[in-house]
């Protein structure tokens, strides 16, 4: 398999694991004081900085309120608002809508109804996209606080260097340190050249400043974890903010900092209901990461086994907060359901105990064998508990759980009452359930397709384009609202 398309870390562990880090070699399951299976501490919630003069909050916290939007059932926004493109979007909690189209930044404001854009590239931005740079691309944007937002960034997955034969390609080495994984074999010195490659790609935290301009707030690389120190005491496990002469190296693994196996973000998804709202979840080309302010956990990721004993993580391309909170992980491979504490820093904590999961790391045999790629795109749960899977390559399935630690899962495939419906489902880029219990369906090519509380297929007409690209329900607001992203511009459907 090739590795620079897919993530995977060695280690012959248990299936239920689902994060890693810590040792470029096969080991076995640990226990005791190890810290991927320590209880959660209580903590006081991190500071997520000052917010922003960007709007008002919406009143009552998660309660819903009108928004200052149009409550029109359909509303074209790029048409409205002047919205010449993005590839991505998002809605932070003042209900400003944030815009991505390459390396510009934009937010049409709640207050003004006025598109802004950053004057210049900034950020993971600023000196260009390129193999070289601190990104190749950027990808995805997702609101935060009242007038923040988190941008994606893609870039190249790491390779082993000519000049450090054997070392670890994520291993870190840090200023000072000698790090040697085999006693027999001399060590390996601290590189400023490869120091340079931990800076690419993760998530910048942006925001609008006092004058209405875009901002970036900072590049994220606060980390935090609950553990223990070593007479079990509660504490609090951040890394190091610095690293020789870089203030920040963006996202590392939360258990060891030594590790960079986030680097691409593939995907993110804002909770908009219940106890974590305002919480954002980032997928990558290794596992998803738990932000929350200006602090992440990471991270976490189904994976299966190869015959080599290496765990196979494929880029988390599908993610979705269920009715109950829990967070939908879809990977190119697998899925799982982890339900997530209240406590930020026990997010990679591998406890069952701590993050119960109501599926660890499964896959569906109707579809596939487990080695072969089902490209997950979306995963949702509708209001009556169902789960809907949709897939690039194979379609739209519907879940079943067996039971948390089965493998394999129980898949139906949803073709369609006719020829239309069932070429429209080919292909999925996104899904959204909203609270009246559809399951909206966005396709490579036939538009947006609605499964209704009925389970019967229909178009929705009233939106433009062939090609939806992404999917954002917004229960916040009252009538709740369907932001719909494609490839003709983003439109917006109130009332479900």
Not at 142 to 149: I, N
Not at 216 to 235: F, I, M, Y
Not at 414 to 439: C, P, V, W
Not at 479 to 488: E, F, G, Q
Request: glycine share 12%; proline share 6%.
């Amino acid at each position: 398999m090739n590795r620079r398309l897919w993530g995977g870390c060695l280690g012959a562990v248990v299936m239920t694991a689902w994060a890693c880090g810590g040792s470029n070699e096969p080991t076995s399951p640990k226990t005791g004081n190890d810290i991927d299976n320590i209880p959660p501490v209580t903590r006081p919630e991190p500071d997520a900085g000052t917010q922003p003069d960007a709007g008002t909050e919406p009143d009552g916290g998660s309660d819903s309120v009108e928004g200052p939007w149009p409550v029109d059932a359909v509303t074209n926004y790029s048409s409205r608002y002047n919205i010449s493109r993005a590839q991505a979007v998002g809605v932070d909690a003042a209900h400003n809508i944030w815009l991505l189209d390459g390396d510009r930044i934009g937010v049409l404001r709640a207050d003004s109804r006025q598109v802004v854009w950053t004057r210049s590239p900034i950020g993971q931005a600023e000196g260009g996209f390129g193999p070289g740079r601190a990104a190749t691309a950027s990808t995805v944007i997702c609101g935060g606080s009242a007038g923040r937002a988190y941008v994606g960034y893609a870039t190249t997955d790491l390779r082993p260097d000519p000049d450090f034969p054997g070392l670890q390609p994520n291993y870190i080495v840090s200023p000072n340190e000698c790090y040697q994984p085999d006693p027999t074999q001399p060590c390996f010195p601290y590189s400023h050249r490869r120091l340079q490659y931990y800076k690419q790609g993760d998530v910048d935290v942006v925001r609008l400043d006092g004058s209405g301009q875009i901002v970036l707030e900072e590049h994220l690389h606060q980390s935090v974890r609950n553990t223990t120190d070593a007479n079990g005491n509660p504490r609090v496990q951040t890394g190091p903010r610095r690293l020789g002469d870089i203030h920040n190296l963006g996202i590392r693994n939360s258990n060891d900092h030594h590790f960079d196996e986030d680097r691409s973000i593939l995907s993110c998804v804002t909770v908009m209901h219940g106890r974590d709202e305002g919480d954002v979840y980032v997928g990558s080309n290794h596992g998803v990461t738990r932000i929350r302010g200006l602090e992440y956990s990471s991270h976490r990721h189904p994976v299966w086994l190869n015959e080599k004993g290496s765990q196979m993580a494929g880029y988390t391309y599908g993610l979705g907060i269920a009715q109950d909170g829990d967070v939908l992980i879809a990977n190119e491979w697998m899925f799982g359901i982890v339900t997530p504490t209240p406590h930020h820093g026990d997010w990679d904590n591998m406890d069952k105990r701590v993050n119960r999961m109501k599926v660890e790391s499964s896959y569906l045999p109707q579809l596939n064998s487990i080695s072969e790629l089902d490209s997950w795109r979306g995963f949702q749960q509708t209001t009556d508990g169902r789960y809907y899977l949709g897939s690039k390559d194979h379609g739209l399935w519907e879940m079943t759980i067996a039971w948390a630690s089965n493998q394999a899962q129980t898949g139906t495939r949803l073709t369609g009452a006719n020829a239309e419906q069932s070429a429209a489902l080919q292909n999925i880029n996104a899904l959204a359930a909203t609270g009246d219990g559809s399951l909206y369906i966005g396709t490579d090519r036939s538009g947006l397709w609605r499964l209704t509380p009925l389970k019967t297929l229909e178009k929705v007409a009233d939106v433009s384009g062939s090609r939806v690209r992404q999917l954002i329900h917004d229960p916040r607001v009252t009538p709740a609202a369907l932001y719909v992203l494609t490839d003709s511009g983003l439109t917006v459907l109130r009332g479900n």
